[in-house]
């Protein structure tokens, strides 16, 4: 995962065989939703970075609108969006399913997950402003996680999948890995402790997870990306170029 993003005229990789190949950004949390995925399934892979400002010209074969993440398979086939290929990655590899196996609670984590995008998009708007109030986002924030909250102590388990992060507390992890960084660029009283006490607990939780530890990045270089990326110039290599 920590190779070099490649960018216009780079060249393409060569097949990998007997593996999957993901196609990723380093930064993209929609990318590191199949990672999780991956990663909690135990399914080998390799990963290619890219550069979202400058893609490779032959990327565009890989993913037609340019997008990752994308999967390649072993036959060559590929798929993008992270969504439909995580669904892909839990019917094709069935030793740990991640996804509830009774039908009407596998739909209500799908509805979870799609009320999830709410917070999602506040979330973009607050962390891409500079020098204006959010009022409606952070509303709109504030509501989500709340209906998270509940929904945690509804179900009087310590993840959403149960007793193991399932599918739903992995597609929701990136986001909440980031939401930190909303204490500097939003609303420093947004992620009040007594408010989100169970949510609080299951980040600690999925933070301690092996499948988790992974992929994840502590709140500092996730600043030091956004501060790059709100100047314009994303530095996607940041871990590779640091002399730390």
């Excluded at 399934?41 to 993440?69: H, T």
């Excluded at 590929?78 to 030793?95: F, Q, T």
């Excluded at 993840?159 to 597609?171: E, H, Q």
């Amino acid at each position: 995962m920590n190779s070099p993003h490649l960018h216009k005229g780079s060249r393409q990789p060569a097949a990998s065989r007997g593996k999957l190949r993901l196609y990723s950004n380093r930064f993209c949390p929609y990318s590191q939703r199949v990672i999780l995925v991956l990663d909690a399934k135990k399914i080998a892979y390799d990963v290619v970075n890219i550069n979202l400002y400058s893609k490779p010209e032959w990327y565009y074969d890989k993913s037609p609108f340019g997008k990752v993440p994308a999967l390649e398979l072993e036959n060559g086939d590929v798929l993008y969006e992270s969504l439909i290929i995580v669904d892909y990655l839990d019917e094709k590899y069935r030793a740990h399913h991640l996804h509830s196996q009774d039908p009407l609670q596998k739909a209500k984590d799908r509805l979870l997950i799609e009320q999830f995008n709410r917070v999602v998009n506040a979330m973009y708007k607050i962390l891409s402003s500079i020098g204006r109030v959010n009022l409606d986002e952070d509303e709109a924030v504030a509501n989500g996680l709340a209906s998270f909250e509940r929904e945690l102590a509804n179900r009087g388990t310590h993840f959403y999948g149960g007793n193991k992060p399932g599918m739903l507390d992995l597609m929701i992890w990136p986001w909440c890995e980031r939401s930190e960084i909303l204490k500097l660029f939003g609303n420093a009283n947004l992620l009040k402790k007594d408010k989100y006490k169970r949510l609080l607990e299951w980040s600690r939780r999925m933070a301690e997870e092996p499948s988790v530890k992974r992929s994840m990045m502590d709140s500092d270089t996730h600043i030091k990306y956004l501060q790059s990326y709100r100047a314009g110039r994303p530095d996607y290599d940041m871990i590779l170029n640091s002399t730390d």
